[in-house]
């Protein structure tokens, strides 16, 4: 039914808006303490900043999720483009902490997009091991993309004059933007191929099954486990010995590499094995991070990189394979519920930090030992997050050890 569909170029623009995401992720990480010091912001508030990332996200992702079959993934992809220029202009135009919140709004809604669009898409374009294998190496682009912009932001930081600005930064966001806009444009979108999936009645039954909402439930934690020391790696890992966007570099990179390679290690473990062996490493990296400094740094963000790296698509991919039935809108719930998370917990985070600074300030420490304590002590509060991951997916192994989901399941003709 989908033969004649042009699944290079619709992958390959998928791919670009991943990136997209994956800049606006990086890039501003990378900017965080310019925009703090620009605008006279505590690190509390440039969580909040952070959230409007994280909470752009599921709406849109939810959203669009709903409307995925009425409204189709070429539109949405139209909306996100505008979401994503919308809020690269306005961020570069910011006049102080509302605008700021603003604009990153619009861009975690052009995020969100991305993720409705996309992944059902894929889902519908290829199938079984296939499907996996496609989706985490559509996902390798969100790794892959942050190395690019993690290592852009560094060397124009490092540069200085013009290069250095937060706003030339930001301009380099438009360009995978303008690419995925072009690749998509004129393109026949896939029809789906689940009997049944198009009913909303049957999403939401399939969405209620004990599995769902397991994994519902998971996805929250694995996103955090993910996403919270990265976005703040700046803050948290400044002043560890290691250079802080090398970290966000080493730690991407790993992840895409494995993305890449996921086939045969999904196939291998299964998507519960895959799962609770990164919870491990996670819990592994995070421990190592709040422990040690310099050059073995390095050495917890290959660790920490290998063990968040199959959360996102294994997570995307067991609710395609495990509750097909729950469609287009069941995988952006499921993407919806980790940035959602992140939403509420980026200001907490940030007030772990300001809490812990204010604590080892009254302790009598001061300049990179302040710096180096403060990021420790909130990533150990972080560490609490993989060590449930590793009581639930341990749950799930046993669980799922004799369902593979590797039935068929009815397809549309």
Known sequence: MNENINKSALFNGSCFALITTAFTFAIRAGILPQLGQEFGLSAEQLGFINSMWF?????????????????????????????????????????????????????????????????????????????????????MWFPGGILLG???????????????????????????????????FGKTFPKPIVEGVTSLKNNFKAMFSPIFIFLFVCMSLTAISEFGPNQWVVFILGSSGADPMLIMALTFGVMAFGRYFAGPVVERLGQTGVLLFGAILTAIGIYMFSTVTGPISYFA?????????????????????????????????????????????????????DSARESNVAAGLSGDALELA?????????????????????????WQKNNKSTEAVPTAH
Not at 320 to 336: D, E, K, Y
Not at 388 to 395: A, C, E, G, P, S
């Open 55 to 139: 909470l752009g996200f599921p709406i849109s992702m939810i959203i669009g999720g709903l409307v995925y079959h009425s409204f189709g993934p070429a539109n949405i992809m139209r909306v996100a483009f505008v979401a994503h220029t919308l809020g690269i202009i306005l961020t570069i135009y910011a006049g102080g902490y509302v605008t700021l919140l603003i604009s990153t709004l619009f861009i975690g809604f052009g995020n969100g997009c991305t993720e409705a669009a996309c992944n059902p898409m894929i889902a519908d374009m290829y199938s079984g091991v296939k499907m996996n294998k496609m989706l985490n190496r559509f996902h």
């Open 374 to 398: 403060t990021g420790q002590d909130t990533l150990e509060k972080m560490l609490l997050f993989p060590l449930i991951l590793i009581v639930l997916f341990t749950i799930f192994f046993f």
């Open 150 to 184: 993690a290592l852009i932001s560094k060397f124009m930081t490092d540069a200085g004059g013009f290069l250095a600005s937060w706003q030339t930064q930001m301009w380099v966001l438009m360009i995978p933007t303008v690419i995925y806009a072009v690749l998509f």
């Open 301 to 353: 963000a290959f660790i920490f990189g290998i063990g968040i790296c199959y959360f996102w698509p294994v997570m995307i991919g067991a609710t395609a394979q495990r509750v097909p039935l729950s469609g287009a809108i069941g995988m952006s719930v499921i993407g919806g519920v980790g940035m959602f998370a992140n939403s509420i917990f980026n200001p907490i985070t940030g007030r772990w930090i």
